[in-house]
């Protein structure tokens, strides 16, 4: 049963989110959330022993919210193409807005949350994988894959283009790229079947985001 205490840790985990994504992890220090949360850094410091611990936690909690987000969706739609986009648009909604130095910083100064993310993401790897096979069973994507390779390939591919956003042409849009390397994604996986609902789902782009808006990452929102 959810108490008292435990929405307002969501709540501190959710405005904790907010500020990781504007500031990204090294202008993230315990005094500026402290601020901008409104609170002392001697209550930051009654809740969370670090900056590490209090990253990890929140990095930890917003991945358990995100696969209860997918299994809504899942569970709601028709079937594994459109819960597939659904749930692209939520983490593609992650990346774009989450801090350009975020992965940088990462990956330079914070090895232990770098170690933390990189076991989260392997978990992402195996949930991704449930739910292809579902599509599998349903016949919209072939069985003869290795998903395992797709799926790290297409995640690194996404991560990488986050690392070097700052060095793309103006013509091109770091969205666009996103949505070109996941369709050819799903192209490269789904059979004949899945290729006609995908190019339904492609026609139809705006109503498939419209039902999860209410879950994309953007400033103010909670999950």
Same mark, same amino acid.
């Given at each position: ?38 609170? /002392? ?47 692209? *648009?939520?983490?593609? @909604? ?24 990189? @076991? ?9 994988? @449930? ?15 290795? *998903? ?11 991560? /990488? ?26 192209? /490269? ?27 994309? *990452? ?6």
């Amino acid at each position: 049963m959810e108490t008292s205490e435990s929405r307002r840790f969501d709540s501190l985990y959710f405005s904790i989110f907010q500020l990781l994504l504007k500031k990204g992890l090294k202008n993230l220090t315990m005094d500026s959330i402290a601020s901008s949360l409104g609170i /002392s850094k001697r209550t930051l410091y009654e809740k969370f022993d670090s900056k590490t611990e209090m990253v990890v936690k929140t990095m930890s909690f917003m991945a358990k919210r995100r696969r209860q987000i997918s299994d809504e969706i899942f569970s709601k739609a028709t079937n594994s193409i459109i819960a597939l986009i659904q749930t692209y *648009y939520i983490q593609r @909604s992650f990346i774009c807005n989450v801090n350009q130095n975020f992965f940088a910083d990462m990956d330079k100064f914070f090895s232990d949350i770098r170690d933390y993310y990189e @076991s989260e993401t392997e978990n992402e790897y195996e949930f991704a994988y @449930s739910k292809i096979k579902a599509g599998i069973s349903e016949g919209v994507f072939r069985s003869e894959i290795d *998903y395992s390779i797709q799926l790290k390939t297409l995640s690194l591919q996404l991560e /990488s283009l986050k690392r070097i956003e700052n060095r793309f042409p103006q013509d091109i849009s770091l969205v666009d790229t996103y949505d070109t390397i996941y369709g050819n994604f799903l192209y /490269s996986i789904v059979t004949e079947k899945g290729r006609t609902i995908l190019e339904e789902c492609i026609n139809n782009k705006e109503l498939i985001v419209t039902d999860i808006e209410k879950y994309l *990452y953007k400033d103010e929102t909670e999950f």
